[in-house]
């Protein structure tokens, strides 16, 4: 059993940058896939970004692709997602996943979620 647990949300100026964290507690992560998700009121939750457990391969929306930045680190069983240049439309409740083998941008890849946290960008 995993358990993640959400940080870093808040209320940001578009423009501006937020630094989300992810900490993983109980069954090591280090052999899963780690991601991103966001929901926004009345949308369907959709995958903005994704690490593989090798660090090696990065997966990205375009929506968010050269704005947001994952990164993991095993040793704090963290993952963390820069966000700059945020938008207005980037607004959600971001959710880290975890449990998949490998990176998918479906969120039935994944046994885990956290609670959530929210992130509102205004104009």
């Known amino acids: 059993q995993v358990q993640l647990v959400e940080s870093g949300g808040g209320l940001v100026q578009a423009g501006g940058s937020l630094r989300l964290s992810c900490a993983a507690s109980?069954?090591?992560?280090?052999?899963?896939?780690l991601a991103w998700f966001r929901q926004a009121p009345g949308k369907e939750r959709e995958f903005v970004t994704g690490?593989?457990?090798?660090?090696?391969?990065?997966y990205y929306a375009d929506s968010v692709k050269g704005r947001f930045t994952i990164s993991r680190d095993n040793a704090k069983n963290t993952v963390y997602l820069q966000m700059n240049s945020l938008k207005p439309e980037d607004t959600a409740v971001y959710y880290c996943?975890?449990?998949?083998?490998?990176?998918?941008?479906?969120?039935?890849?994944?046994?885990?979620w956290g609670q959530g946290t929210q992130v509102t960008v205004s104009s």
């Open positions: 996943a975890t449990g998949s083998t490998v990176v998918s941008r479906g969120p039935r890849a994944y046994n885990y």
């Open positions: 109980g069954r090591t992560f280090s052999n899963y896939a």
């Open positions: 690490i593989s457990w090798s660090y090696s391969l990065t």
